[in-house]
């Protein structure tokens, strides 16, 4: 699956952005799809997943309460909701996906076969 991440942008601290991740090629059922994000000068960390079958949804402790995942079957199209932004979450957002992906798993960078280029957040204080 081709993965197309989008919607990134420059929003004040406080402001709000939603990110999405439309799917070529194939739909994203059966599939976890994940969104990452890279700050300056850091590593890929996990910021949310969703089982697409299930909906069950999961997130890092930095973003909970703050960002929201959902999907859109009809558009084939996952979306991550930034609320309360912090300057702290400037960074390069990447959204990943992949079938078969344990819970345990959800986390972790190399469940992912399929990434997006990445849709750049920028927060200013």
């Known amino acids: 699956v081709q993965l197309q991440a989008s919607w990134g942008g420059l929003v004040q601290a406080g402001g709000s952005l939603r990110l999405s991740c439309a799917a070529s090629?194939?739909?994203?059922?059966?599939?976890?799809v994940a969104w990452f994000r890279q700050a300056p000068g850091g590593g890929r960390m996990f910021v949310s997943a969703?089982?697409?079958?299930?909906?069950?949804?999961y997130y890092a402790d930095s973003v909970k309460g703050r960002f929201a995942i959902s999907r859109d079957s009809a558009k084939n199209t996952v979306y991550l909701q930034l609320n309360s932004l912090r300057p702290e979450d400037t960074a390069v957002y990447y959204c990943?996906?992949?079938?078969?992906?344990?819970?345990?798993?959800?986390?972790?960078?190399?469940?992912?076969?399929?990434w997006g280029q990445g849709t750049l957040v920028t927060v200013s204080s």
């Open positions: 969703i089982k697409w079958n299930s909906r069950h949804s």
């Open positions: 090629g194939r739909t994203f059922s059966g599939h976890s």
């Open positions: 990943a996906a992949s079938t078969s992906v344990i819970q345990s798993s959800l986390a972790s960078q190399t469940a992912y076969a399929s």
